[in-house]
């Protein structure tokens, strides 16, 4: 009998790998895609604010 824990790490997986097959193509990827995309939006974020604090 599995754990709730378990399954919430299994559900993670699964979904990690149907992300990672859809966004590359390739599902057993050890590049995130999604990280860098949140990287390119934190640093253009950054960017406007310092640009706009410049201004």
């Known amino acids: 009998m ?3 824990r378990e399954q919430v ?3 993670r997986f699964v979904t ?3 992300v990672s097959a859809l966004l590359s193509g390739e599902p057993e990827t050890t590049d995130l895609p999604m990280r860098r995309l949140s990287i390119a939006i934190f640093g ?3 960017l406007a604010i310092i640009v ?3 201004i």
């Open 2 to 4: 599995q754990t709730r």
């Open 9 to 11: 790490r299994a559900y």
């Open 16 to 18: 990690r790998r149907v």
């Open 44 to 46: 253009s974020a950054m």
């Open 52 to 54: 706009f604090a410049g």
